[in-house]
């Protein structure tokens, strides 16, 4: 099982590469809005197929396991596609992926230590690496 | 201030995916998909309705380009799966390495229109370092 959560969660990378050059070949036919309504619009024709081909039968959650946050999903991935864009325009591939994952990590280490409390250094090490590896991977395009 | 938005983009996506993880933890992840979807599609006509802007369809398109929101649908739906057994970490260094290795094979083949792009040993190397890295995150 915890295979095939590292196979989801490295196809789900790929995912997003394509996602990006996809919006971003539209947005250059039509505007950087367009683009994200666009994305949104096939995104929720496919997701709400996709909930009624899965098993359309749920139960309603109770009302105080709700929260806010929980729905910002939505307004932050339209932050993040206009970011994005609007950023690729003015900074090498190199930089801003660097820095995305910089951010991407250390938010996601952060997070990871208020919900457990604990700090691994191996998995800190194991980020620098991966900051290090993406360095090298990215150099090339930046010559 | 691009270098600090790009920071936080990286910030947003990390906190996107726990918002997303918990709603699926609830809601199941199709239902949660939906309610992601929707949401930004509601947010994104309200955008256009303030600025008293529509969409215009344009002619001549190639329909592939229309479908990005479906991969986006993808990732979501695999990183509600990952991000409770992997933690927010693991799951974007993993992630991350599917960018890199897709992104350099869209380099190599010259998919999606783009220009073709030889192979470097410095790149092979940025990989393996990579890998190494998140063979490290595994613990």
Known sequence: ?143 | MNKLSSVITGALIAIMIVANGQLAALFGNALANVLVQVIGLMFTCLFFLLRKERFVYKAGIPLFWYLGGIFGVLSVYLNNITFISLGVALTSAVGLLGQSLSSFVIDLLGLFDMPKKSFHFTQLMGLSIIFIGIVLMLG
Not at chain 1, 7 to 15: P, Q
Not at chain 1, 19 to 38: G, H, N, P, Q
Not at chain 1, 111 to 126: E, F, R, S
């Open chain 1, 1 to 143: 099982m915890y295979l095939l959560d590292l196979a989801f969660a490295f196809v789900g990378g790929i995912c997003i590469v394509l996602t990006r050059m996809v919006c971003a070949k539209l947005a250059e036919r039509y505007s950087i809005w367009d683009s994200i309504f666009v994305a949104f619009f096939t995104g929720s024709v496919f997701a709400i197929l996709l909930f009624l081909l899965s098993n359309p039968t749920f139960a309603l959650p109770s009302l105080a396991r709700l929260t806010p946050f929980m729905f910002t999903g939505g307004m932050i991935g339209i932050a993040i596609n206009y970011l994005s864009n609007k950023v690729a325009l003015h900074i090498s591939v190199f930089t801003m992926t660097l820095l995305i994952f910089i951010g991407q990590m250390v938010t996601g280490m952060v997070l990871d230590w208020i919900q457990t409390q604990q700090l691994q250094p191996l998995k800190l090490l194991g980020a620098c690496l991966v900051v290090v590896g993406l360095y090298f991977y990215t150099r090339q395009n930046k010559a």
